[in-house]
Each structure stands twice: as C-alpha cells, then as structure tokens.
C-alpha cells in the first residue's frame, strides 16, 4: 500500500485485543450492563462505569451527600482493585452532580482517594439525570497501564 506522496505505508499487523467484562463481587451487580472492562493489548485499558452511593446491597447509603460521595470512591477502589488496580493508575475521572452546593464536598473526598495522583477529571451538574431524587453524585473512572510498568 501507499500513502498520497507514493510512500509505501508500513505492513501493520494489527494486534487482537481481549475484552474481560466484569462485576467484582463487592459491587452490586446491574442487570443490564458491566461495572468494569478491561481491554488487552500490548497495553492494557479499563473502562469503569458511573459509580454512584450505594452499597453492595444495591441501597442508598445513610447519611448526606459526603456518605454518598465516600461510597461511590469506595466503589471506584473496588473496581479498581477487582483488575489490581489502584487510585494512582487512573487516567481520566468523571464527576457528575446535581447541583453545585456539594462541590467542595466532592473536592474533599475525590482528594483524600486521589492523593497525589491528579488526572483529568470533569465535573458536570446535570439537571435532567438518572439518578434518583435522593442520590446526588455519581463517578466513573478510566485506566490505562503500559505492560512493564507498575
């Protein structure tokens, strides 16, 4: 094959990837979709979805929008441990919350899990969201580890 400019392009061999969809058992487990994929190549990513302050019973944590924001990172942590992972090897974060009164809140915690490791990370408040009228934030996470590299 070549390029516009007559070059030859390089051969690719394209490598096939392995997909592991998951749902580690400390995380309740949805009927309609994956907590966690990780996808194999010579690197290796992971897609973990919105978590959100519920416990591995499926219920709403007691207590206030601090409680919810602790267990949906305590979530993220499961998750991520479940593909022996950790906070420091996540390369992207998104936060998602339904009013801005509980951002420095959501500072606070994301801080105390994050620690020095500081990714991307987006906060959005949604308006129209799925979550429902008591829940009020929701975090998902994504991973990349190059193989060799801890």
Not at 27 to 44: C, N
Not at 70 to 98: C, D, I, S, T
């Amino acid at each position: 094959m070549f390029t516009a400019t007559g070059e030859r392009r390089p051969k690719e061999n394209p490598v096939p990837a392995k997909t592991r969809f998951l749902n580690p058992e400390a995380l309740t487990k949805p009927a309609a979709y994956s907590q966690v994929v990780e996808v194999t190549t010579p690197g290796r990513m992971v897609f973990i979805s919105g978590q959100i302050g519920v416990g591995r019973d499926g219920k709403l944590v007691a207590g206030d929008f601090r409680a919810q924001a602790v267990q949906a990172f305590e979530n993220l942590k499961a998750a991520l441990e479940a593909v022996g992972a950790r906070f420091e090897h996540v390369v992207k974060l998104n936060n998602y919350l339904v009013g801005l009164e509980h951002q420095a809140i959501l500072r606070d915690v994301r801080g105390r899990y994050l620690n020095m490791a500081a990714p991307p990370i987006t906060g959005t408040r949604r308006t129209s969201f799925s979550l429902s009228r008591w829940e009020r934030v929701a975090s998902e996470a994504s991973r990349v580890r190059a193989y060799g590299l801890s």
